[in-house]
């Protein structure tokens, strides 16, 4: 399941830097996750980084994104291989 940004945000600027693939981005008012790129860190850390250094606690997972463990896990092999094709 990707990862989503409540209203609750602060804007404090600290999660879309420990983004490893690079899925949040400013909205036209807080901070927003692309699903297609959120894989809640799967194959870079073992926990979401947004999540455990938002100050607000405002990224819960997005039930209109419901992924499995498999599915993030797959889409993280994606991302990689698309970045490595980019460069």
């Known amino acids: 399941m990707a990862l989503m940004i409540t209203d609750e945000c602060i804007n404090c600027d600290v999660c879309e830097p420990v983004c490893p693939n690079k899925a949040i981005f400013m909205g ?3 901070y927003e996750i692309d699903p297609g790129l959120c894989t809640e860190c799967v194959g870079h850390f ?3 980084q947004c999540v455990d250094i938002c100050p607000v606690d405002c990224i819960p997972k997005d039930p209109g994104h419901e992924e499995t463990r498999d ?6 092999h994606q991302i990689i291989v698309s970045s490595r094709e980019s460069a």
């Not at 599915?71 to 993280?76: F, G, I, R």
């Open 71 to 76: 599915d993030l896990m797959k889409k993280y």
């Open 46 to 48: 073992d926990t979401p």
């Open 28 to 30: 036209p008012e807080i």
